[in-house]
């Protein structure tokens, strides 16, 4: 069997990230899905009868007809599953999964920065999936996250300077899109024609998070990047698509020109090559002065592309930029499918995991 052929489980599948999972997994080459759970309200119905369908295009026919199924790894028929679950919830329901020994790739928060759980973007840290190895689940179960869509944006665009030059700040003002809050998310009163300056808890994500990302593998654990992070996050009236305002100090003298070299020229590690939803630009520089905009350029690269513009000099640190990435995409289901893909190529997926697994109390 090849280990990359995998029978796929959704948690949390009614949700607006379960539902995007959906769609991307539609013709997936490696990944099928078998497998779809909701709450027990949800339970026992079918797939199209308990989802409220937001996306334009009709639910996969594949995955229409499925039961839903209540979240517990005995009756779930898969490999691995993906967590679209509620923080609120998915902490004791994906440790219950790895306990049973099905491997889980999750868009929560809850074990993000967990010493031995990986947060992975794969064109960044792939080396970081080695933390697998340390994990202590039972039969073979492990837990791997993607971090918060406005993390995840800005990294894109970091990891590449931090690559050539040596970064020492970061300050970033997130201008994030309506879906980030999930369906049906901002009462519209607050949402249409308003700016909310609050978003709960993201600023702290995106203060501690970046630091473990970008973090070099030291043994069994990561050690942090030794950068500092200000960031003021912020709902606007934009319906996709996360707009960072981002200004860079480095520690040596850099400059716009410089910058947009490092982006231009940044090569995705080997290790992602085969990876179907790697998209072929990472990260797409833009040269007009008004771009990016989330209407004309967050679908990029099939909404895997991060994308940037308006580079300049900066008169209090050293470089500012403007940066789009699909928030539901790129910074949530598909960072998630990507993940997966990662972890299928190298072989943590493959049935024998379970019997060579060491079972711990």
Not at 29 to 41: K, L, M, R
Not at 113 to 139: C, K, S, Y
């Amino acid at each position: 069997m090849d280990p990359r052929d995998c029978r796929v489980g959704i948690l949390g599948a009614t949700g607006a990230v379960g539902q995007t999972f959906v769609r991307l997994l539609e013709e997936h080459p490696w990944f099928t899905v078998t497998a779809v759970a909701a709450s027990e309200q949800s339970a026992g119905r079918p797939y199209r009868e308990a989802v409220n369908w937001l996306s334009g295009a009709p639910i996969p026919s594949d995955v229409a007809t499925l039961e839903v199924q209540r979240t517990d790894p005995a009756v779930m028929d898969c490999d691995f599953v993906f967590s679209a679950l509620s923080s609120s919830v998915a902490g004791d329901i994906e440790r219950s999964f790895a306990d049973a020994g099905v491997p889980v790739v999750s868009n929560a928060k809850n074990y993000r920065l967990h010493d031995r759980v990986p947060l992975l973007i794969p064109e960044v840290n792939p080396e970081h999936a080695a933390l697998i190895e340390t994990q202590e689940w039972g039969g073979g179960g492990f837990i791997v996250t993607n971090p918060n869509c406005s993390t995840t944006g800005l990294i894109c665009g970091l990891h590449p300077l931090m690559e050539t030059y040596d970064v020492e700040a970061v300050q970033v003002t997130m201008l994030q899109a309506l879906s980030g809050a999930g369906y049906p998310g901002v009462p519209s009163l607050d949402a249409v024609g308003n700016v909310i300056p609050h978003i709960g808890g993201e600023e702290d994500k995106l203060a501690t998070e970046p630091r473990k990302i970008l973090g070099s593998l030291e043994g069994r654990r990561v050690e942090p990047a030794d950068l500092t992070l200000s960031a003021q996050c912020t709902r606007v009236p934009v319906r996709t698509g996360h707009l960072a305002c981002v200004s860079v100090r480095f520690r040596e003298e850099v400059g716009a020109p410089a910058v947009e070299r490092a982006l231009q020229r940044f090569e995705a590690p080997a290790s992602t090559e085969a990876l179907p939803s790697r998209p072929d630009t990472f990260v797409q520089v833009l040269d007009a002065p008004d771009a990016p905009q989330p209407r004309r350029h967050v679908d990029a690269g099939d909404g895997m592309t991060v994308s940037v513009g308006r580079v300049q000099d900066c008169p209090v640190n050293d470089v500012k930029f403007v940066l789009l990435s699909h928030n539901t995409v790129r910074g949530a289901a598909g960072g998630a499918v990507l993940n997966a893909e990662l972890l299928a190529t190298e072989g943590y997926f493959r049935p024998e995991r379970k019997s060579e697994a060491v079972s711990q109390p």
